[in-house]
């Protein structure tokens, strides 16, 4: 930890040199609050900080600010708690909240801002719309406490959740190419079942948590199969889980995964199989199955001495409906400003600007939402590639699970995804038995 947290700050040190010489250029287009900043009005001022990024995530977080800190003057302290979630309600209680904060969920942040705690950054949407497609700004777009929706957060980092792994080089082998629509993905599925494999590695077994992988895949198709606005409507409980378009989208899923040809184990496999298993079974020699939709996590679960670039790759999971473009289903980090001051909503500027996640990008694991992030600033390959597949989406939305009550996003909604795929409820049964669940 010690030798990565050098090499972190040496190259956050590099990074500070540049970011001083481009400071003059980056105020010519930035809102007055970041322009001042650069031009050292705020020198000596602190802004405190919480999230939940602790260990090493802490300090590339701590690293990734070292430029701004030294280019402004602003001191950004920094605080990282595992109980993100309760510390940050009972500070906000107790009338101590940081100045700004880091929400993993964007639903949480939504709370606090109908609640009336966190500040309206809505002045300065050009400015974000410069910085981000609109999908960003819309999902950073929440309710006030006045009851009207104003831009309560900004996104920092993200993790991409539509990608295929597959095992390249057994992949290269067998003369299989790389499907960019989704009925060249059809017809891969049946080339794989013709030559007499399985295409999909599919496991949802989670412990506790069974079920979750599921959702991620009806969100996919929700994304596919329907308007944005549906989305949207679904993620709160207005458009419920009983109707037409959620019916469809699963139905859609239902084709690959109630057909036993298509996925390793059948339903049965898909049930019983740890979802950080399942894709180790594209390893074998030949593969079990070869396909296997996961986020850019899961290379923490493939064996330790598959390479990336030669025994595995990915690629974007296509869309179906060409009315709906390139949608990308994400996680990530939405911070949000509970204090008004000129030199907090100057932090918060500067999130909005890729240039600052220079050297998390370098060292890995992070991806960057802004327009102006550049691919070359990623030495890891696969974050680059994960990074170009979401620079090229049309749309982006967040985790639907995610945003909705945890009595249901993370309760029946996990629990009656699996009792479908399980075959112990019809889809009928488990769709409304989740409306039933929804919080009055």
């Not at 969920?105 to 606090?112: E, R, W």
């Not at 399985?198 to 069974?210: F, K």
């Amino acid at each position: 930890m010690k030798l990565k947290s050098l090499n972190a700050c040496l190259m956050a040190s590099a990074f500070a040199a540049f970011a001083a010489v481009t400071a003059a250029a980056a105020a010519d287009n930035a809102p007055s609050e970041l322009a001042d900043a650069f031009a050292g009005k705020f020198k000596g001022a602190k802004v405190t900080a919480f999230g939940p990024f602790t260990a090493g995530d802490e300090v590339r977080f701590n690293d990734t600010v070292k430029a701004f800190e030294e280019a402004t003057g602003i001191d950004i302290q920094y605080e990282g708690s595992k109980q993100f979630e309760a510390t940050i309600a009972t500070r906000s209680d107790a009338g101590n909240p940081p100045d700004i904060a880091d929400f993993p969920q964007p639903g949480l942040l939504a709370n606090f801002a109908k609640a009336g705690k966190l500040v309206d950054l809505s002045g300065h949407k050009d400015f974000f719309l410069q910085q981000y497609i609109p999908s960003w700004v819309d999902m950073a777009t929440k309710e006030g406490k006045d009851g009207k929706p104003g831009i309560y957060g900004v996104w920092e980092r993200v993790n991409v959740k539509s990608l295929v792994w597959y095992p390249k080089k057994a992949f290269d082998d067998a003369g299989y190419k790389v499907p960019t629509t989704w009925a060249e993905l059809e017809a891969l599925q049946d080339q794989i079942v013709a030559d007499g494999d399985t295409p999909w590695c599919v496991g949802i077994e989670s412990g506790a948590a069974t079920g979750w992988p599921a959702t991620d895949w009806l969100e996919e198709f929700m994304l596919r199969t329907t308007s944005l606005e549906n989305y949207d409507a679904w993620t709160e409980g207005k458009l419920p889980f009983s109707s037409p378009e959620v019916k469809k989208a699963a139905e859609t899923l239902g084709k690959i995964w109630l057909d036993e040809k298509y996925v390793y184990g059948g339903r049965k496999g898909i049930v019983s199989t740890g979802f950080g298993d399942s894709p180790v079974n594209m390893f074998s020699d030949p593969p079990k199955c070869w396909l296997h939709k996961q986020g850019n996590f899961i290379t923490a679960f493939f064996p330790e001495k598959a390479k990336a670039g030669v025994d595995y790759s990915f690629f974007y999971l296509p869309g179906i409906d060409e009315a709906y473009g390139k949608p990308v289903l994400v996680g990530g980090d939405i911070w949000g400003a509970f204090n008004d001051r000129p030199e907090v909503r100057a932090v918060m500027q500067y999130f909005a600007k890729a240039e600052h996640l220079k050297a998390w990008l370098a060292v890995g694991g992070a991806i960057a939402p802004q327009k102006d992030a550049d691919l070359a600033w990623y030495q890891n390959e696969v974050d680059k590639g994960v990074a170009a597949i979401l620079a090229g989406a049309t749309s982006v939305r967040f985790d639907g699970s995610d945003l909705m009550p945890g009595e249901v996003g993370a309760g029946s909604f996990w629990k009656q995804m699996t009792a479908w795929v399980s075959g112990t409820a019809d889809l009928d049964t488990a769709l409304k038995d989740i409306d039933a669940s929804w919080p009055k």
